[in-house]
């Protein structure tokens, strides 16, 4: 039974998400709770958002930063209050509105690391492409880039 109610959740989750970029925070997480993955191409993950990262010692290696602390510096927004119910909505709203505040700059990085992406890919194999005509992705990608033969997404790409 519960096998069962855990497939209908994944397809319909997974149904919602087709076509569309997913925006938030720690996504990674979210995904892996519900057992869905999203291209690489298509999740705007604020904690990995390197603007939005901090320098973890003197290694130079780049660490997520809380989406509170995010917000305060960034939004002069306070969230996850202490002593009070923590809000997913409220969450949402916010790595929403740090996505809205440097969406062109994203946009334009994601474009660059998806045009070099499949450079690569086209050298390494010249028929594959994430990227076919007018946008559409035609390449199948999960959430930490890497490839995967299991499927072809075609996704509209809105950037």
Known sequence: FFFSRDTKCRSKVSQVLQGKILIGHHLKNDLKAVGVGHPWFMTRDTAKWEPFMKLRFDDGVLWPRKLKELCQENLKREIQIMGEAHSPIEDAVAALDLYKLVRNKWEKAMSYKIN????IMQQQMP???I???QGKATGSFNCDGKG???????QQLSI
């Open 116 to 119: 070099k992406t499949q450079e």
């Open 127 to 129: 028929s594959n492409n």
């Open 131 to 133: 990227l076919g005509e």
């Open 148 to 154: 995967s033969d299991h499927s072809v997404l075609k």
